[in-house]
């Protein structure tokens, strides 16, 4: 009675901001979901009520891994597996199977054997650990591999590999399809968020195994973020190209970890990593929902992996919200509203550690205030009606790879939100690569022609390439002794900063076949009396 008094008198936006994320999840037609630990399950009280109030659905951190289903060969033991799914079967949660081929917490009795019977003992286990939930509504999906792929995206030389061959993934899939025809399969992986060599290398597993009619349902991105690595702005990117293949896509063991002890900015930060998260969850109509790897610090694999780091989750070790469990909250309840206010312009880039295909840029950074938080930038090549990406960064600083020697850039930066929103271009900055060598380099040499009291004339410095293909591009540095100053040059574009001097090619005399020279003059001003000239020419 005091509930539906309550219902009734209270505004229906305060009632609403008051419930827990699984009915603003559910609202969202996505779950909310937790890791769960059997050992807090069984004996605390605040850990089992927030685990049953606030998720939709859960996932066991370890009760269902080969180590505790399958310690010895044919002995199956469910007791932490069936506690969990019990648990999740009371709370009408939806239970996520995790993970039957892992490389990692699988007994040794499985990495000693051969291949025929390592495939065999492959398929026994997973056709009875997916048999044993089979019926039970409750257990909807699951991790059928996991962490196949290093961070090079090769496949894992895992034990299972290298017995098996690439073939064991399939196999698996198979194998699991005939155990549960209903239930969804995934691939799971870590440091597979944004779109990078991993992602892709699973993207195109996905898209292969699919074609070969391998049942392969749903693609799992675990998402162990870390505040000091930068969120990865492309992940809703990244999650819409998977969704494209068909499958369906999960975050699976969301965490963001930060370097102890936690504080207000650390938190803040933290809270807008899994405000977007979420929120690229809610953008994409194919992604089922989001599993936090557990809820409270109390409880979690992060000190123990990461020493110095942790506070990763959306409770205190009191089982108090932080605030990423209100940007949780906030983002699951949020309307259709998006953010449409772009980022503030990013300043002047400055260019250093410039060698002939590589450059560093730095910018003050931008800010955000419509919502969806700053997500990074994008670095742009002016070039007239389209600018082609140089790269990309979630921090105000990027390395640029793969430039062209000795070449002009005129480069500029735009900061990107959550919602994918682009600031204003920042100023150019222009720099220009140094040469690249031609396979073996060059040298430089120069002559005193003439000289008197108040200066001198260099003429010639001869540039050779000594190297063992063609050069196109050379440049030269020299510093000029106190008190000299450049005063005229030819055959060369000359700059100075300071003492140093850059003598690049003018545009006629930039290509020398292997062995050939050319060479370039210039004239010094020098205080009167003082004979010093430069002593040494580098060339690159
Ligand atoms: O959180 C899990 C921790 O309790 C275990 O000790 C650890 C053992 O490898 O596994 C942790 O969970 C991992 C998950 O199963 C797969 N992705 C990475 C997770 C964090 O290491």
């Known amino acids: 009675m005091l509930g539906i008094l309550a219902a009734f008198l209270l505004p229906a936006t305060s009632a609403d901001a008051s419930a827990p994320l699984r009915t603003h999840a559910a609202a969202k037609g996505k779950f909310i979901g937790t890791a769960l630990a059997t050992g807090p399950l069984a004996n605390e009280t605040s850990y089992k009520n927030i685990a049953a109030t606030e998720f939709s659905q859960v996932t066991a951190e370890n009760a269902m891994k080969w180590d505790a289903t399958e310690p010895s060969q044919g002995q199956f033991n469910y007791s932490g597996a069936d506690a969990i799914v019990n648990f999740a079967t009371q709370n009408n949660q939806q239970v996520h199977g995790h993970t039957l081929v892992w490389h990692s917490q699988t007994p040794g009795w499985v990495q000693n054997l051969g291949a025929t019977a390592m495939r065999a003992a492959m398929q026994n286990h997973i056709s009875n650990v997916v048999g044993h939930f089979a019926d039970n509504p409750a257990v909807v999906s699951w991790d059928v591999v996991n962490e196949v792929f290093d961070d090079s995206g090769n496949l894992r030389t895992s034990f299972w590999y290298n017995t098996l061959g690439s073939g064991y993934i399939a196999d698996a899939f198979r194998a699991a399809r005939a155990a549960d025809p209903d239930a969804k399969l995934c691939i799971n992986d870590y440091?597979?968020?944004?779109?990078?060599?991993?992602?892709?290398?699973?993207?195109?597993?996905?898209?292969?195994?699919?074609?070969?009619?391998?049942?392969?349902?749903?693609?799992g991105f675990q998402s162990h973020l870390a505040i000091q690595y930068g969120f990865p702005g492309d992940f809703q990117q990244n999650?819409?190209?998977?969704?494209?293949?068909?499958?369906?896509?999960?975050?699976?063991?969301?965490?963001?970890?930060?370097q102890t002890p936690r504080d207000a900015t650390k938190d803040a930060t933290q809270a807008t990593y899994y405000r977007n998260v979420v929120n690229a969850c809610l953008a994409v109509t194919a992604c089922q929902g989001v599993t936090i790897w557990g809820f409270t610090d109390k409880y979690s694999w992060v000190p123990d992996t990461f020493p110095g780091q942790g506070g990763a989750l959306i409770y205190n070790e009191s089982y108090q919200q932080k605030p990423s469990y209100t940007a949780v909250h906030d983002a699951l309840a949020g309307g259709t509203t998006t953010d449409t206010t772009p980022p503030t312009t990013p300043g002047t880039p400055a260019a250093s550690n410039i060698t002939a295909n590589s450059a560093t840029l730095t910018w003050a950074a931008s800010t955000d205030s419509g919502g969806s938080g700053l997500a990074g930038y994008n670095v742009y090549r002016e070039q007239g009606s389209t600018d082609p990406q140089l790269g990309q960064s979630t921090s105000n600083t990027v390395n640029l790879t793969g430039l062209t020697a000795n070449t002009q850039y005129q480069v500029y930066v735009r900061a990107r939100d959550g919602a994918g929103n682009l600031s204003g271009n920042s100023p150019l900055v222009t720099f220009t690569t140094l040469t690249g060598g031609g396979g073996g380099g060059c040298t430089a040499a120069g002559t005193v022609q003439t000289q008197w009291s108040g200066g001198y004339v260099i003429q010639p410095v001869t540039v050779t390439n000594t190297g063992t293909s063609a050069i196109n591009g050379w440049t030269v540095t020299f510093t000029l002794p106190a008190g000299h100053a450049v005063t005229g040059s030819w055959?060369?574009?000359?700059?100075?900063?300071?003492?140093?001097?850059?003598?690049?090619?003018?545009?006629?005399?930039?290509?020398?076949?292997?062995?050939?020279?050319?060479?370039?003059?210039?004239?010094?001003?020098?205080?009167?009396?003082?004979?010093?000239?430069?002593?040494?020419?580098?060339?690159?």
């Open 491 to 540: 055959n060369a574009a000359i700059t100075v900063s300071g003492q140093n001097v850059t003598a690049r090619n003018a545009a006629y005399n930039g290509t020398l076949a292997p062995g050939a020279n050319t060479s370039f003059g210039f004239q010094v001003s020098r205080p009167n009396g003082d004979t010093a000239t430069p002593s040494s020419y580098t060339c690159a």
């Open 239 to 258: 999650l819409q190209r998977f969704a494209a293949l068909g499958v369906q896509v999960r975050i699976t063991e969301l965490d963001v970890r930060v």
């Open 191 to 219: 440091n597979t968020e944004g779109i990078n060599a991993k992602s892709t290398a699973i993207y195109n597993l996905v898209s292969s195994l699919r074609q070969q009619g391998v049942p392969i349902d749903c693609v």
